[in-house]
C-alpha cells in the first residue's frame, strides 16, 4: 500500500480502499486500522473520524479503540523507532544517560519524541526483556546492549550514515 500525505482525495482514496477490502464492517476495526496504520505510519484525526462516518459508528468507537490498544498511535513516528529500557537492571546502568544523550543528539525532548527530518522516534520502555544485555536499546526490530553515551553516538551516527548513501 503507497504512503500519501498529501491531497485530500488521494489521502482518501487509500482509506476507502481499505474499507472496501472489508466490506465497510464495523466488526472489522481493528483490521482497518492496522491497515491505515501501516500506510501512514500512525492514525491521523481526520481519518479516524472518516472512518466512522463510513462505518456507521461513532468517531468516540473508533478513538476509543486506537487509544485502547498499544499498537496503535496518534503521532507520526519516524523511519527508526528507538526504544530505550529504562527497566530496573537498565536503569541501574545508567539508562538515563542513554535517553539524555539520544536526546540531545537528536534533538529531542520529552515532549518531542520524533526528530523534525521524521528519521527518529524515541521511546522509554519499561521493559525489554534482555535485562542481562543492560542498557538496552532496540531500534527498529534489532538490539543492541551494554550500550553507554558513546555507542548510542556512534549507532546515531551509523544510521545517519547509512541513511546518507541510500539517499
Known sequence: MQKTTGEFGTKFELVCAV??????????????????QAAYSYLPEDVMTYVATALGISPGTVFGAATF???F???????????????TACHVKKSADIIK??????GLSESKKTSDDMLFTLETVACLGACGLAPVVVV???VYGAM???????????IRGEEASNG
Open 101 to 106: 544523550t539520544m536526546r540531545e543528539t537528536l
Open 19 to 36: 474499507l472496501d477490502k472489508y466490506g465497510r464492517n464495523p466488526h472489522r476495526l481493528i483490521a482497518i486500522l492496522q491497515e491505515i
Open 73 to 87: 498511535t496518534l503521532e507520526p513516528k519516524g523511519k527508526y523507532v528507538i526504544k530505550v529500557c529504562d527497566g
Open 148 to 158: 553507554n553515551k558513546e555507542k548510542t553516538v556512534a549507532l546515531i551516527q551509523k
Open 140 to 142: 527498529n526490530e534489532e
Open 69 to 71: 490498544y498499544s499498537h
